[in-house]
């Protein structure tokens, strides 16, 4: 089957932690990202990356780290100095199909902080 | 800041009636207009895109219409069905990689009632 796999789906960490979420994707795509997803927010950039070794800022990446050392692979860290890190995160990877520019996204990863 | 506002933040429809999903922008650059539909604990999926050199988008039981002058764009479920009941999020785009850089609207949490 290909997609895009997160895991774990639920994670807790006690506060003062580091803590890294794993994306894998098996569809061949060059871009893929990372959300965060609050209640009544929608869902806001952190960090993407267009190619392999390379990787820009999103909307609210204070606080988080990125890496892309494989195509299939992007994993986020949260780091202990972001602030409120509860919450639903999920990555993505991007196709273009013709005009359209398809995102999917995996089943996301549910990270609670205490 | 680039925004996409929606509206309303929650919808309750009868089944078989029409649930409407409206999205305004700022960004007159935007070129790109997906939906998007999550259900809980589940990675949002793309239901349906519109670029603005047409007006209108129909997709079986959605359709997304789309007003350039008025700079919002909106989607349209005909014959509401309980298995429509979802969050869903307009999403507006621009620039070289259009597609590529998603800027979410808040979210619609649609109930259709039996």
Known sequence: DGGITQSPKYLFRKEGQNVTLSCEQNLNHDAMYWYRQDPGQGLRLIYYSQIVNDFQKGDIAEGYSVSREKKESFPLTVTSAQKNPTAFYLCASNQQIGSIYEQYFGPGTRLTVT | ?114
Not at chain 2, 12 to 22: D, E, H, L, M, T
């Open chain 2, 1 to 114: 800041q680039q925004q996409v506002k929606q509206s309303p933040q929650s919808l309750i429809v009868q089944k078989g009636g029409i649930s409407i999903i409206n999205c305004a922008y700022e960004n007159t650059a935007f070129d790109y207009f997906p939906w998007y539909q999550q259900f809980p604990g589940k990675g949002p999926a793309l239901l349906i895109a519109i670029r603005p050199d047409v007006s209108e988008k129909k997709e079986g039981r959605f359709t997304i219409s789309f007003n350039k002058s008025a700079k919002q764009f909106s989607l349209h479920i005909m014959d509401s069905q309980p298995g429509d009941s979802a969050t869903y999020f307009c999403a507006a785009s621009s620039g070289e990689t259009s597609g590529s850089r998603l800027t979410f609207g808040e979210g619609t949490q649609l109930t259709v009632n039996p």
